[in-house]
C-alpha cells in the first residue's frame, strides 16, 4: 500500500509540473502574439539554449549595448564554441547599413535589445527583421526592459523573443526566469529540444509565480510609466544631472522610432550624475525609497550602478567605447507615489 501510494504522489506530481510549466508557455506565447513559448530557470538559461541553435564557425551580429552578462556569455563561454560575435554602434546615422556592412558569410544570428540595457537606445526592429530575412538570418529580440505590454518583436517581424521572466513579467522580484517565444514551428521544434537536453527549466511554483505576474502586467506596466515619464522631466532639467536617457522624452534621437514600434516608453532611466564617480558615491549613500540592486522591473524603485554590477564583466576600455561611463546611475521605477520617489531623488542630488 505504502509503494501503491508514493506511485501515486509521483504521477500526481509530474502531471502537477507538465500542466503549470505547459500553462505559462502558453500564456507567454500568447501574451507576445507568439504560437510557442518555452520557459526556462533564468534569463540566461533562455539566451543560452537560444545560441544553442549555433555551431561551430558561425558568427552572431549584435548590438553594441547590451546586458552585461549576454555579453559575457558571448565573449566567455560562446567564444569558446568557435562562434564570434561582432557588434554593431547603433548611434550612427545609418544604423541598417552598419547592420548589413556587418553580416558576414558564416553569419546565422542577429541579436539585439530594444530598449538597450543600460542606455535604452531603440533599435528598429522591423527594419532588422528586412535584413535577416534578405540574408536569411535568424533575428532575436530581447524585449525584458519594457514587456510584451508595451512592445511585440514578433509582430514587427523579429524570429524570436527571449525575456527574463524575474524582470517585469514576474514583477514581484522574487523569482528567476526566462522565456522563449516563437512562432517559427521549425526553430521550436530544435529549442524544444535544446530546452529538454540542457535541463535548464523552471520549478512549477516559479512557474505559478510568472502567471500571477502576468495577470496583473497591464496594470503595473502603465504605473511604472507614469512614474518614470515623471521623473524622466524632473531629472532632465536638474542642474546635478548631466545626461538622462529616456525614450519617452522627445529629445531622446530615437524619440520617434520609440513611438512607432512601442505603445510605451516603459520604467527604466539611466542618467549621468555631474562629478563623476565620487557624485554617484554620494547619491547612492543618500538615496532613501531606491534599493541599490542589480535587478529590474518589480514593484519597488531599484538603483543600479551598472559599472560595478549589471556590466561589471565588460573590460573598462570596451565598457567606455560603448558609453558606459563612471558616472553612470540606472533607474528601475517602480510604482510607489510619484512624488515620494521625486522627493527621493531630489534629496540625494542635493
Known amino acids: 500500500m505504502f509503494v501503491e501510494s508514493r506511485k501515486k504522489l509521483r504521477e500526481l506530481h509530474k502531471i502537477y509540473v507538465i500542466l503549470t510549466c505547459n500553462t505559462v508557455e502558453q500564456a507567454l506565447a500568447s501574451i507576445e502574439s507568439g504560437k510557442f513559448g518555452l520557459a526556462f530557470a533564468s ?25 552585461g552578462g549576454t555579453y559575457r556569455l558571448l565573449e566567455k563561454v560562446v567564444r569558446n564554441w568557435g562562434v564570434t560575435t561582432t557588434y554593431v554602434d547603433i548611434n550612427v546615422e545609418d544604423v541598417n547599413s552598419s547592420f548589413q556592412n556587418a553580416i558576414q558569410p558564416n553569419t546565422k544570428l542577429i541579436w539585439i535589445e530594444t ?25 532575436v529580440v530581447d524585449n525584458t526592459f519594457v514587456s510584451p505590454y508595451f512592445q511585440r518583436p514578433l509582430e514587427l517581424g523579429a524570429d524570436i523573443v527571449v525575456h527574463s521572466t524575474t524582470k517585469y513579467l514576474g514583477g514581484h522580484s522574487d523569482i528567476i526566469g526566462g522565456a522563449v517565444i516563437t512562432s517559427n514551428e521549425e526553430i521550436y521544434s530544435q529549442l524544444k529540444f535544446y530546452q529538454n537536453a540542457i535541463g535548464a527549466v523552471p520549478s512549477p511554483f516559479d512557474s505559478y509565480l510568472v502567471l500571477r505576474g502576468i495577470k496583473t502586467l497591464a496594470v503595473r506596466m502603465r504605473e511604472h510609466e507614469t512614474n518614470a515619464l515623471h521623473l524622466a522631466n524632473f531629472l532632465q532639467n536638474h542642474p546635478k544631472v548631466e545626461r538622462i536617457y529616456y525614450p519617452g522624452l522627445p529629445n531622446h534621437p530615437q524619440h520617434q522610432l520609440a513611438k512607432t514600434q512601442m505603445s510605451g516608453f516603459g520604467g527604466m532611466i539611466s542618467l549621468e550624475l555631474k562629478g563623476g564617480f565620487a557624485a554617484v558615491e554620494k547619491f547612492v549613500s543618500r538615496i532613501k525609497l531606491f534599493l541599490l540592486a542589480e535587478s529590474l522591473g518589480g514593484v519597488e524603485s531599484l538603483l543600479c550602478y551598472p559599472v560595478k554590477m549589471t556590466h561589471g564583466a565588460i573590460p573598462e576600455a570596451e565598457r567606455l567605447k560603448r558609453g558606459i561611463k563612471d558616472n553612470l546611475v540606472r533607474l528601475s521605477v517602480g510604482i510607489e507615489h510619484k512624488l515620494d520617489l521625486q522627493t527621493d531623488l531630489e534629496n540625494a542630488l542635493n
Open 115 to 139: 530598449p538597450t540595457n543600460p542606455l535604452l537606445k531603440i533599435v528598429d526592429i522591423a527594419s532588422l527583421a528586412t535584413i535577416a530575412r534578405q540574408n536569411q538570418l535568424i533575428l
Open 43 to 67: 534569463g540566461l538559461a533562455a539566451t543560452t539554449t537560444v545560441l544553442s541553435l549555433l555551431k561551430n564557425g558561425d558568427h552572431i551580429v549584435a548590438v553594441d549595448d547590451l546586458y
